[in-house]
């Protein structure tokens, strides 16, 4: 059976997969096209993606002996899983491994943001640094604030359980409101996404990229935020109205973002280049060795059980329903 990567994973996955199946990995540093993978992955049974990876109707009707789409990924809104599932296709992504590697992500760009440590690197580096100074880079504190998530879910709540080190009031809006033993575990509150917006001082979204999230902040979402408040964001870009973001940083309405992920990714609004109050990063939520490692083998996983007649440990939730 056929096995093909889009993109290079860690070689402990393709290790395990070479054992078993005649595999194609894509060698190139940059994506493949959509008419690439139709092309090269013709007959391949499996179809290991990353998130990426448009799969579309497109690519699915094109791939005859498709068996199974295992994305190298948890989020998986870049594979029309509707249609994959019409089809009879696994569609599986890669929860839990990196969960607390993307939180930790979450946190180093909200501390960054908030204490200035961007600015401050790039300070010392130009040589500026004259000594100590009573109000050289001022930023705000992070301890005893409001931390609104976003999205209470795996990495949500692995976000708000490191709040509880920073002694913060943790408000949470989810589309399920979680049981009040978690709760009160982590000292989360659970409020009206209104609310959140308007009593946080860091706002930091969790939830998967769907229809219903596409654009849950907006401009009147911005409007509602306490003034001088921080936005992270670590899920999707177009959860986030790109555009609104950056006449609410301009308009200081807001004090500061940092950004993992984009609207148009790999594109990045050029004004957000400009400002020095909004802290960049390339989606590199899940980039640890170890994760990447741990996802590589999952990944590998679902592969060997969907193409041995196994259900995959990681079904995407669309599927396990049937
Ligand atoms: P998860 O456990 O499924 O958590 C997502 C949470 O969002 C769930 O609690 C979910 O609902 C909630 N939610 C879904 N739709 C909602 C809506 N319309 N309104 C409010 N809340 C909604 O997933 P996870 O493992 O934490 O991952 C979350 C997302 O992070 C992924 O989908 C991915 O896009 C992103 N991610 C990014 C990186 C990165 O590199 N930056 C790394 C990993 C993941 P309930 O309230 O019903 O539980
Ligand atoms: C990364 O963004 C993921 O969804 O795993
Ligand atoms: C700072 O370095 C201080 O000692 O207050």
Redesign the pocket.
Known sequence: MKVFVTYRIPEIGLRELKKRFEVFVNEKDELLKKEEIIELARDADALITL?ADTIDREVIDNLKNLKIIA??????NNIDVDYAKQKGILVT??PDV?TET?ADLAWALLLSVARRIVEADKFVREGKFKGWRPELLLGDDVFGKTLGVIGFGRIGQAVAKRALGFNMKVLYYSRTRKSEELERRLNATYVSLEELLKSSDFITIHT?LTKETYHLIDRKEFEIMKDGSYLIN???GPVVNEKELVNALKSGKIKGAAL??FENEPEVTSELLQMDNVVLAP?I??ASVETREK?ALMVVENVIAALDGLRPPNLVPELKLS
């Not at 994305?71 to 998986?76: D, F, I, L, M, S």
């Open positions: 998130l994305n190298y990924a948890v989020g998986y992504n890669t990196l993307t998967p670590t899920s999707r993992d992920v989606h939520g899940s996802m």
